[in-house]
């Protein structure tokens, strides 16, 4: 059984794109002139096959929960290590500690004024738009050339950039509300519920979801 689209795109957008070895974290995107590839791996946390690293039992299955997000080096060096190496308890904590940390990102941040807070967010905006304006599919090269890669850099581009730069809002604005009064805030949780129901789209098609709200753009810089 191969490893469904679902689970790919789970695990790629919860890891950002980022190897999930804690003293590695390479970016495991790369993009070329000539196209797009992934230099990312799914590995296996616990083999697929009994005899395999780390195998058990009837072997590991091809589910999000069995798998972790790594660079071909780490993934190669962790399984060619003598058994006991790296467990399978150490391998579900690097993947839980790297998608915590970056469900937590900016979460930290704090600013003294609206206008610091708005700047934050403003280019986190802009960062999202460009990827939109250029790969999106209303983007020129979507919409003018059927054989463009525009939609393969942006289905990278929503799980490594922009549902991460959402998360980064959340936790921005959630950490300064203080600084917002309530119509702003109004239109912030209506970025929320855009962002998580986007975000799950990805993951498992919806019939509906919530859209961009422009309202929000407008409120807080653009």
Not at 62 to 89: A, F, M, Q
Not at 95 to 103: A, P
Request: include cysteine; charge should be negative.
């Amino acid at each position: 059984m191969a490893i469904s689209d679902p689970d790919t795109k789970m695990l790629w957008g919860r890891a950002a794109g980022i190897c999930s070895n804690p003293t590695c974290k390479a970016d495991l995107t790369s993009l070329v002139e000539q196209g797009n590839y992934n230099v990312g791996e799914m590995a296996h946390i616990i083999a697929k096959s009994a005899k395999g690293p780390r195998g058990a039992g009837a072997g590991g299955s091809d589910s999000y929960d069995n798998l972790i997000l790594l660079c071909p080096t780490c993934h190669r060096h962790i399984d060619k290590s003598p058994d006991g190496t790296y467990t399978v308890e150490q391998l579900h904590a690097w993947k839980k500690q790297h998608e915590d940390t970056i469900r937590a990102q900016a979460s930290e941040l704090r600013f003294s004024d609206r206008n610091e807070l708005v700047e934050a967010v403003s280019r986190l905006l802009i960062e999202n738009r460009s990827i939109w304006m250029e790969y999106g599919p209303e983007s020129i090269p979507a919409q003018n050339d059927l054989g463009s890669n525009a939609h393969r850099i942006w289905n990278l581009r929503k799980l490594d950039t922009v549902i991460p730069n959402n998360n980064k809002i959340i936790n921005i604005i959630e950490n300064n509300s203080s600084l917002i009064d309530a119509a702003d805030y109004q239109e912030f949780i209506n970025f929320k519920n855009h962002a998580k129901s986007f975000e799950q789209n990805q993951y498992t098609r919806l019939d509906h979801y919530v859209t961009f709200p422009q309202s929000f753009a407008k409120a807080f810089g653009l």
